[in-house]
């Protein structure tokens, strides 16, 4: 039970990361 939390939980965090770091690098370059 706790692999599956755990790959959620990487997906989530994943999926909330990406967008946040693509628009701050985004925000910086541009």
């Not at 706790?2 to 990487?10: D, I, R, Y």
């Amino acid at each position: 039970p706790f692999v599956p939390a755990t790959k959620l939980t990487s997906a989530l965090a994943a999926q909330l990361q990406i967008p946040i770091k693509f628009e701050y690098a985004n925000g910086v370059v541009g």
